[in-house]
């Protein structure tokens, strides 16, 4: 839930998302073949949890509070460490568009002079 609620993760799904559906909507041949993979995901993804739901079933209680401890300390020093992890895409891309352009304009500079 710390990893989905992380603004880049976030929008990063959301972008996917409206590619996705935009993808499909746009291409009915490609809609087919999307709507197969996605059943062929559920089936699987169904199968999976039947099987491991007993084995979770008994380690929840024990791990599942050691497992999020750490994984929130964890997250919380990544977040520190990379403040990036807090933006959206969009500003991202942004970013890195205005940051591209700087340095090629100092290197125009740096080539005339």
Do not use: F, M, W
């Not at 746009?26 to 996605?38: F, G, I």
């Not at 205005?98 to 125009?108: C, P, T």
């Amino acid at each position: 839930k710390q990893v989905a609620d992380l603004t880049l993760v976030s929008s990063a799904c959301g972008v996917v998302s409206t590619a996705y559906a935009s993808t499909k909507e746009s291409h009915p041949y490609l809609r087919s073949v999307c709507d197969a993979a996605e059943k062929g995901v559920k089936s699987v993804s169904e199968a999976t949890a039947s099987c491991v739901q007993p084995v979770l079933a008994t380690l929840e209680p024990h791990g599942n509070a050691l497992a999020s401890e750490y994984a929130s300390k964890g997250l919380d020093k990544l977040g520190e460490k990379l403040p990036i992890l807090q933006k959206p895409v969009e500003q991202i891309i942004s970013d890195t568009k205005e940051l591209v352009s700087s340095r090629v304009a100092d290197v125009k500079d740096a080539v005339s002079s």
